[in-house]
């Protein structure tokens, strides 16, 4: 038997790498992400418009990164199934790896969103972002958190029989406390408050506690 | 050495019984046929063996010099192919192997299983445009890629030409050096690899 040389941190970058390759060929989750973001996009600016308020015009951001997210990033799992690649997935690399290669895909899928969601968004609405660091912070850590527990809610999803059921039941309630804090600290970004630095951290400390819940848990679900 | 034990095992889905009470031990050189009509639970033996289905009773482990290994050392020494499972499609030929390399912790693959496998020239092909004969070397490539002690395979002959028998052939001997090997089929050419053949269904 051949000795394995590399630890999970080499495993995981094998993961994101081929997860990288075979969207770039497919195109799948982000013609999905990205298709869903720009309907919901135009659709929320013709309806609420530059005339919101700050915390209505963040919400309305989290709400359409949110559900975008949830089109895409739920398939994590579920393509490894459909496309009868998941067993020899579960066979050939670790539980740890798997999770964090997947997780870190969901996290630069949604950074990519974010890239064309966030200026789309800024025209569209005609915002005006007053602490872009703030921002970018919030993106960034929300990003983290949402990608940490979707990724989960997808393994759990891909192995459930009633895959939609189970996804909204389990991944809604665990993302409320992360969409509370973001669209906190994003009306902070929009109107300026310096307040919204302490959202960041709470975001921050989520996808903590969110990615370390999950990777306790991950082997168990991976291999049930 | 890594050896395969089944203790009183059984398997049922819902009050459907497909085997009970199976005891057996599978020792390097050794290779297994698991025989039986379809729906019998060859597939499930040897999904059992994997550890991709727990048993309903008894117990499945491997074991070296008498120890039984873990979970990850267990992943390490079995190589598994199966009807139900598929490449990457969207993958070419090489980048399916050099996935499945690193996620082992392999620096690189073995070049004799891509040469004994008839895949040299294939390598950059994606394996959507692959023949379903070329897919089940693929499968078979990326079962044997870590030189596992342990093989399973699963219908191994399906689809494949007579060049593609005699890399089985050929992929039977080489593993009876290195560990053992259970197979489930049916196919005559497939029997006549087994030093045991089990009937599972009666």
């Known amino acids: ?224 | 050495m890594v050896s395969v034990i089944l203790h009183e095992v059984g398997q049922r889905f819902g009050r459907r019984v497909l085997f009970s009470g199976l005891s057996l031990r599978v020792e390097p050189g050794e290779v297994v046929v698991v025989a039986g009509l379809n729906g019998a639970g060859k597939s499930t033996l040897l999904r059992l063996i994997a550890g991709l289905l727990r048993p309903s009773t008894g117990e499945v482990w491997l074991e070296r010099a008498g120890q039984r290994l873990d979970a990850e050392q267990r992943r390490a020494s079995l190589g598994y192919l199966s009807p139900d499972t598929l490449p990457y499609r969207a993958l070419t030929v090489r980048e399916n192997l050099d996935f499945y390399s690193r996620v082992r912790g392999l620096p690189r693959w073995d070049a004799a299983v891509v040469e004994l496998l008839g895949l040299a020239d294939r390598l950059e092909q994606p394996v959507a445009e692959l023949s379903s004969g070329y897919v089940q070397r693929v499968k078979l490539a990326v079962a044997m890629l870590h030189q596992p002690a342990v093989l399973l395979l699963d219908e191994p002959g399906i689809t494949l030409d007579e060049a593609g028998h005699q890399q089985v052939a050929a992929v039977v001997a080489e593993q009876r050096q290195r560990g053992c090997l259970l197979l489930a089929a049916n196919d005559p050419r497939d029997l006549a690899y087994g030093t045991t053949i089990i009937r599972v269904g009666g």
């Open chain 1, 1 to 224: 038997m051949a000795q394995p040389s590399s630890g999970w941190a080499a495993e995981a970058a094998a993961v994101l790498r081929k997860d990288l390759r075979v969207e770039l060929r497919t195109r799948y989750a982000l013609t999905a992400v990205g298709q869903f973001a720009v309907t919901c996009l135009v659709a929320v600016s013709f309806t609420a418009g530059p005339q919101a308020q700050s915390a209505v015009q963040a919400a309305l951001l989290w709400l359409v990164l949110l559900f975008a997210a949830l089109s895409g990033l739920a398939r994590s799992f579920v393509a490894e199934e459909d496309g009868r690649t998941g067993e020899t997935l579960r066979l050939a690399a670790g539980a740890t790896a798997v999770y964090l290669g997947k997780c870190a895909f969901n996290v630069l899928l949604l950074l990519a969103l974010c890239g064309v969601l966030v200026p789309g968004y800024q025209v569209l609405m005609d915002v005006v972002w007053r602490d872009p660091a703030l921002l970018l912070a919030t993106l960034l850590t929300g990003s983290i958190g949402l990608a940490a527990v979707l990724t989960f809610t997808s393994a759990l999803v891909a192995r459930a029989q009633m895959r939609g059921a189970v996804g909204a039941v389990v991944a809604f309630p665990l993302l409320i406390p992360l969409l509370v804090m973001a669209v906190a600290a994003t009306t902070a970004a929009l109107d300026g408050s310096l307040q919204g630095w302490y959202h960041v951290r709470g975001l921050a400390a989520f996808a903590g506690i969110m990615l370390t819940v999950a990777l306790l848990l991950f082997e168990v679900v991976w291999n049930a």
